[in-house]
């Protein structure tokens, strides 16, 4: 019965494991770096906007128009947008090394924005308090910025992650390997229906792991 419904998955089931592998692989190393550049920018936007911390008008024009510009950018053109500076950097556009300067591109902003709404879901009161009190901005930023709102940032980093996975999909399509890769060169080129039912429930599977892991998460940091 396995065999008639999915002749193709059982032909090239050797191909599963190393797609899955590589498709982890850059979630977490793409993801990590996004994380990292996301929340330094989501931090530099609230505390040069207007009344925040430190105030500075053209840094926070700037940065906003350069988030909201790489936010906009249809993921799909992004690809071959930035397909220089992959080369550049790690002298191919393809692979998983080609993979992580769009993955990164576009993720990063897409972090930042989430991080940055956390960020000002924080009671403006605490923040006058801690003012009040002679914290530096430094202090400021990583006691209270980066601490009062913990379950936020999960969530935000919870989507964050699962909109990572759609666009480490949609990187297969240009050779970089992935469960999106063999949805494209098998049940796309070569109609082999079945080898894309089972690469959309393992991506459903992998999305349901990282919407759970969120999920206990937020449940832990809430007070």
């Given at each position: 019965?396995v ?5 193709n ?7 599963f ?31 040069t906007r ?56 576009g993720t990063a ?78 049940g ?36």
């Amino acid at each position: 019965m396995v065999t008639k419904l999915f002749p193709n998955v059982i032909e090239f089931a050797s191909d599963f494991p190393q797609a899955i592998i590589d498709t982890l692989l850059m979630l977490v190393i793409s993801g990590l770096i996004s994380v990292v550049i996301g929340i330094l920018l989501a931090v530099i936007v609230v505390v040069t906007r207007k009344d925040g911390l430190k105030e500075n008008q053209p840094v926070f024009w700037i940065l906003d128009k350069i988030i909201n510009l790489f936010r906009s950018i249809p993921f799909i053109i992004l690809i071959p947008t930035v397909a220089v500076l992959s080369r550049a950097l790690f002298g191919t556009t393809i692979g998983i090394e080609g993979a992580l300067v769009p993955l990164v591109i576009g993720t990063a902003p897409f972090v930042a924005r989430q991080m940055e709404s956390a960020i000002m879901e924080i009671d403006p009161g605490i923040i006058e308090a801690s003012i009040a009190m002679g914290l530096s901005t430094k202090e400021i930023i990583f006691d209270v910025y980066l601490r009062e709102n913990i379950p936020g940032m999960i969530r935000g980093l919870t989507i964050s992650f699962i909109a990572l996975v759609g666009q480490i999909a949609i990187v297969g399509s240009v050779g970089a390997g992935g469960l999106g890769d063999m949805a494209i060169r098998y049940g796309l080129q070569r109609s082999m229906g079945d080898i894309t039912f089972v690469v959309i429930i393992l991506i459903l599977i992998l999305i349901s792991i990282v919407q759970a892991i969120g999920d206990k998460l937020v449940e832990k940091t809430s007070h």
